[in-house]
């Protein structure tokens, strides 16, 4: 019964995966395959000024997630770091359950040297504090939309509506912080009484209590750690609306940095939305055309942005993933050299004492 779940859930994840590239490959035929070209030629030799941005947001992202441990990490490279940091990123890509098994990856990519324990809170509080920011960055992002583009009525209602649940979730995560409540595991409470989402909820609670517990003391027992990973990731965020500016300036699209600030903080609720679909391949795209015509930009920019994006995140993926055969080809390689090691220790032992001859006695 089991393995038949997992198959449809699997079968599931197929055809969202499949509707999303065929989702996809329908809005490059609609804005003209021609026109797409030209836009991703415009960018040129502007894409590799991309990926070094990328990288640098990789490594803040890196130094935001090492503020985090609460134990000594001084054996752990920071080359190590940053290789766990590209690994879970690349699986990460996956959808949802692509940054849980990444974040796993990320914590076992450190070795002994760091109790699991410690790897997991540091990731929970790491986590943590990027959701954080990235909902300040989206409350504004949506503030800003209001302030310099002309919604029709509904849809000023709508984002009217959506900032004011945002900044009330900011205010209540700042306040909760502050004052060491713990929501979290009571809405996770509230949200098991369901009948459909007692059981699973009930496994996730330990977990759930285990990671705001961690935030919590974390943010007292180390306040300047908290402030250091807190401004890393908002430094992190400001790297991903520069990558915006640059590439739509790239193209030639009259876009100023304010609008730029806007249209990442309305992609990261295409984010959202898009998690439970693999790779979030389609959804993203298309959220990106509709958020470039709010600019009076064209959708085929819109589209040209998010493929910019998105071959940035491959590349650096696939610097992840040859990071994470390198270092397991490099483990399989000390552990042949353990093995040969003990072994001449063994033959030595059996050899020993010699006789005059060179022989074993």
Known sequence: MLKLRHFFRGLCRSFVLLLGVGLLVYMVFRAGPGVVWKQVRAVGWGMSWILILGGFSQFIKTCAWRQTFQCDIRTVSWSRSFRAQLVSDAVGQLGFAGKLFGESLRISMLGPSVPLANGISSSAIDGGLHAFTAVVITVLGVTATLLITPLDGPWRINAVLLASVLIAFVATSV??????WRLMGKTARLIGRLPRLKNWVSSKL??????????LTFYREAPAAFRASLLLNFLWHAMAILEVYFIMRFMGAPVAIVSAFAIE????????????SPGNVGTY??????IAHLFGVTG?????LALCRRARAIFWACIGATSMTALKKGKSMNEMEVRRNDDEKVLARSCSPLATDGQCC
């Not at 306040?175 to 060491?180: D, L, N, T, W």
């Not at 330990?206 to 935030?215: F, K, P, Q, R, T």
């Not at 903080?265 to 439970?276: D, Q, W």
């Not at 795209?285 to 509709?290: A, D, K, V, Y």
């Open 175 to 180: 306040v909760a912080i502050a004052k060491g």
């Open 206 to 215: 330990c977990v759930i209590d285990s990671a705001e517990h961690n935030l």
């Open 265 to 276: 903080g309305l992609t990261k609720m295409i984010n959202l939305v898009g998690a439970l």
């Open 285 to 290: 795209e298309g959220g990106n055309m509709l």
């Open 300 to 304: 085929s920019a819109g589209l040209t």
